[in-house]
């Protein structure tokens, strides 16, 4: 009896550990051995993960915190609320940061073109606070829309506690956050204006110059790199999030708890070159191609073009079919009065009878409705 319940308890372990590593493996081939606390690669345009180590685990990231500060400073630049040649008075609060800096006077006005560029590429603590007081009046405020973003973006494992990423017991990210934060960030046209200049300088009002170099070696030195937030401290070790482009495909690349600034840029570049590699994007809706042309009922145009709202992409192994089926819901005629942007019938992705995602399709261009001089008109060159 007990040597049957010793053996009963070692097929249970075994089971149990068989489970855990089945669950935490994404691609159990990918041959990849990172040294770092944590790590994830992302692709852009799927979000689909291709690679994770530990990615949702709790750590402090550093500076990598700044992608929010810069995530909701484009924001504020997309609405309209700043331009280039928009001033921040500086406070002697935000001079007074340690750390990163570029060394801004109180008291006076930089351009809000001036103090992006000084977070984005030279990783500022006090060009960061000058941006989170002018938007929301303080840093503490700002940290509260900062959350609210993170929860909005499904970012369950982080918490924000300043803008800056200077240690706080109760900040904390992951590398998956991380990555979620960059994706945006990288939508932006603004973004890229900086994240991808080696090195330049901040003229101060008096005249002063201070040097701005890249924190992120990679703009320099891997191909197709464009973008990205270094972040360092005693605490979180080295970090690095990044994007590259190669092609058609875009990747997220983050490193969490590096023993030696070194180290992140190699392990960074390790998982691009594992992802463009071995992986593909593949476009299944092309929101800028027509999907079909349809007959118009009573308008001015006999047939009109139906797009996909929005894109849709996949990503696979190389040489690997994408496996989704896409079915549509769409009449047979379109009746004119129609407006531009109006949804006609959707698009249904699904894998293995599950449904994905519904994907409007829409109309591009309004669609007008006949009047008698057309009919006449029409009968007359058919006549």
């Known amino acids: 009896m007990k040597r049957f319940i010793t053996f009963c308890i070692m097929i249970c372990i075994l089971a149990t550990t068989f489970c855990t590593s089945m669950q935490t493996v994404v691609y159990a081939d990918s041959g990849l051995d990172l040294s770092s606390k944590s790590a994830c690669l992302v692709d852009f345009s799927s979000g689909q993960v291709l690679y994770e180590k530990n ?66 590429m030279a990783s500022a603590n006090d060009a960061s606070v000058a941006l989170a007081e002018h938007i929301s009046g303080s840093e503490e405020n700002f940290v509260v829309k900062m959350n609210e973003k993170a929860k909005e973006l499904g970012m369950d494992d982080t918490n924000y506690v300043n803008c800056t990423g200077l240690p706080a017991p109760e900040q904390y990210s992951c590398a998956k956050d991380c990555a979620i934060v960059l994706k945006e960030v990288a939508k932006f046209n603004k973004y890229h204006e900086f994240s991808t200049i080696w090195m330049d300088e901040l003229i101060h009002p008096s005249g002063r110059k201070t040097e701005l170099v890249n924190t992120n ?34 990747l997220i690349s983050v490193i969490v708890g590096a023993k030696n600034s070194q180290t992140r840029f190699n392990e960074c570049s390790k998982l691009f070159n594992y992802g463009f590699a071995n992986f593909e994007n593949r476009v299944l809706l092309d929101s800028t191609k027509a999907i079909k042309s349809l007959q118009v009922n009573k308008g001015k145009c006999e047939n009109i073009d139906v ?63 006949l009047t008698v001089k057309d009919c006449f008109d029409r009968i007359a060159n058919k006549w």
């Open 55 to 120: 990615s949702t685990q709790h750590l402090p990231v550093a500076s990598m915190v700044k992608m929010m500060t810069i995530l909701l400073t484009l924001e504020e630049f997309e609405k309209g609320n700043l331009t280039d040649e928009t001033l921040i008075t500086t406070s002697e609060n935000a001079s007074s940061m340690g750390g990163s800096q570029v060394f801004i006077d109180p008291y006076v006005d930089y351009t809000a073109k001036d103090m992006l560029k000084s977070v984005i």
């Open 217 to 250: 070696r990679l703009v320099k030195y891997y191909d197709g790199c464009d973008g990205g937030k270094t972040g360092s401290t005693n605490e979180a070790g080295c970090c690095l999030s990044a994007t590259a482009k190669r092609n058609n495909m875009r």
């Open 307 to 369: 797009f996909a709202k929005e894109d849709f992409s996949v990503t696979t192994k190389k040489g690997q079919e994408a496996d989704i089926d896409i079915s549509y819901q769409l009449p047979d005629k379109i009746s004119a009065p129609a407006k531009q942007g109006q949804t006609i019938g959707k698009a249904i992705l699904s894998k293995d009878g599950t449904v994905l995602k519904e994907i409007d399709i829409i109309l591009n261009d309004s669609i007008e409705g």
